[in-house]
């Protein structure tokens, strides 16, 4: 599975283990106070139950990537210790979280969770960028970095009692969305828990709602500084709020490969992380001619005073020795199918087809000898259409090229399907 975002570290960050015989509840001047307060996360499938005596065991889930492990000694006699998954409300939270029952028992010795991941249940983040929370009483989540196996591909972390737990990320980066329509513009922002220091003394986190990094620059397309990369095919982009986010705007078909944006933030003194997302454009447009299809086609739309407009394209315009399919609905009304009609009868409301093969324009009509309106049917479909963001659907019909005047008439098929982002 290609991975789609992919952090590289530039500096050190410190990764603790916590203490595990510290308990969050309980009043600690040494514990930090002043994190976000977030609502219990709900059951999320069923829980799990297993008896574990005082010779120590493990529980796992079926199908769940975490497995709690408790040594000998770490209870006193038999008991049921039921694991039930819920949300995760942990700022920065990946995975689900899971709740240990019964709520009274006692630990006599830490267990451990250990988090079995996979390159894509991080993406846009870092093993060393994790940790794991506790959510108190009161709402508010403390939290501590956990050195993480990258061998093995485990996070690891020591529990002192029954809790809502959850693993977090640190730092990350997210685009708005993975995967791109053309001609859509998106923003793609570097975040990270405010309260993560990178101290090796500081075991505990009051963890925040993740901000915006503030220092991020060197933002790069594909390698090339944005302020140098003048690559349309690969799409545009312009820096934001003194280079804190990017706007990116997608070409109009995709490149045929991901497009690669990076940035550099500061997260503490002297580390420094490199940032990397890797951007997938939807290749999935298509056009077909007389028989002759394009696939990963242009796209161009627009919506101007009420009258839809579209090509789909070899080329991304009319151009000779390549194909394309156009379409024009007057008086659009959204998601619907919309057949060809006369524009001398449907004044304001006319719907057309036309298409290119390369060297001869065909049109979803002709007139006859006695010059009666003649056309073979077609149809375009809307299927989802959010104004200002998103249209999709497909076009087909017969369509018709005529030659010495309305003696020779050819007739061909012609289809498109479409999805992409309308201004």
């Not at 040494?30 to 139950?49: A, D, L, M, R």
């Not at 979280?97 to 996979?118: M, V």
């Not at 002759?292 to 009420?306: C, E, H, I, K, R």
């Amino acid at each position: 599975m290609l991975r789609l975002h992919q952090i590289l570290l530039l500096g050190l960050l410190a990764c603790t283990q916590p203490d595990a015989t510290i308990e969050p509840d309980t009043p600690d001047p040494n514990i930090p106070s002043g994190g976000i307060s977030t609502e219990v996360g709900q059951p999320k499938g069923s829980s799990f139950t297993r008896m574990v005596g005082p010779a120590g065991g493990e529980i796992t889930l079926p199908g769940s990537p975490v497995t709690f492990t408790f040594p000998a000694g770490a209870l006193e006699k038999e008991t049921a210790i039921t694991v039930q998954p819920i949300e995760n409300k942990a700022p920065g939270g990946v995975e689900s979280g899971y709740r240990l029952l019964p709520a009274d028992a006692t630990y006599k010795k830490p267990i451990t969770a250990t988090w079995n991941y996979k390159d894509e249940d991080i993406i846009g983040s870092t093993p060393d960028a994790l940790g794991l929370a506790v959510q108190q009483a009161n709402g508010t989540w403390l939290g501590w970095a956990i050195t993480p196996d990258k061998v093995k591909k485990q996070a690891m972390a020591s529990i002192s009692r029954p809790q809502d737990i959850a693993f977090f990320e640190q730092f990350f980066l997210r685009p708005e969305n993975p995967q791109v329509l053309p001609n859509e513009s998106i923003l793609v922002k570097p975040y990270y828990l405010k309260n993560f220091s990178g101290d090796p003394e500081e075991k505990w986190l009051a963890l925040t709602n993740p901000e915006e990094s503030g220092l991020a620059s060197n933002w790069r397309i594909n390698g090339v500084p944005v302020r140098e990369h003048a690559n349309a095919d690969l799409g545009l982009a312009v820096e934001h709020d003194d280079g804190r986010n990017l706007e990116y705007l997608a070409p109009p078909h995709s490149p045929g490969s991901t497009v690669t944006i990076s940035t550099q933030i500061m997260i503490a003194e002297k580390t420094q992380l490199l940032l990397v997302t890797n951007l997938s454009i939807y290749g999935g447009n298509t056009c077909t001619v007389n028989g002759n299809s394009v696939n990963n086609a242009f796209v161009s739309l627009a919506n101007a005073n009420g009258t839809l407009v579209g090509l789909v394209s070899e080329k991304g315009a009319v151009i000779p020795g390549a194909a394309s399919v156009g379409f024009t609905i007057e008086n659009f009304s959204g998601k619907g199918t919309y057949e060809v009609n006369e524009a001398s009868t449907n004044p304001g409301k006319s719907i057309g087809i036309n298409a290119y093969d390369g060297s001869k324009a065909y049109a979803h009509f002709y007139r006859s000898d006695n010059n009666q309106w003649m056309s073979g049917g077609g149809k375009i479909t809307i299927t989802d259409y959010i104004p200002g963001k998103l249209i999709a659907g497909s076009v087909s019909g017969t369509l018709f090229y005529t030659q010495g005047g309305k003696q020779q008439v050819k007739s061909i098929q012609s289809s498109a399907y479409f999805r992409a982002w309308i201004n």
